[in-house]
């Protein structure tokens, strides 16, 4: 089982940045796992939004893409989400995952909180 800890979330301007950190610990880390960042806005499902696999592919969805920028320092064991550009619409509760085998493709676009592993999330704000 892989630990994970979320930080770094925050309140922002639009246009803003912030780094998200999400802090692993545990077994097998980064050996086979794909890691990624999701969100979930209020009264809204839960959404990938980008993932990184352990030879470094990434995956963006669309809407982020310019914008975000998602990496791993395997020394530290630690996942970021650099945010920049922020916009209104990026306000969620921002969460890390991983789990072993799937592409950052299929852990953005399938990837379920009932398998893998999950912090506790992480809240962003942007402000208008």
């Known amino acids: 089982q892989v630990q994970l800890v979320e930080s770094g979330g925050g309140s922002v301007q639009a246009g803003g940045s912030l780094r998200l950190s999400c802090a692993a610990s545990?077994?097998?880390?980064?050996?086979?796992?794909?890691m990624g960042w999701f969100r979930q806005a209020p009264g809204k499902e839960r959404v990938g939004v980008a993932a990184?696999?352990?030879?470094?592919?990434?995956y963006y969805v669309d809407s982020v893409k310019g914008r975000f920028t998602i990496s791993k320092d395997n020394a530290k064991n630690t996942l970021y989400l650099q945010m920049n550009s922020l916009k209104p619409e990026d306000t969620a509760m921002y969460y890390c995952?991983?789990?072993?085998?799937?592409?950052?493709?299929?852990?953005?676009?399938?990837?379920?909180?009932?398998?893998?592993?999950w912090g506790q999330g992480t809240q962003v704000t942007v402000s208008s």
């Open positions: 990184i696999d352990n030879d470094g592919n990434t």
């Open positions: 995952a991983a789990e072993d085998g799937p592409s950052p493709s299929d852990f953005v676009l399938h990837a379920s909180p009932d398998f893998g592993d």
């Open positions: 545990g077994r097998y880390i980064y050996s086979s796992y794909c």
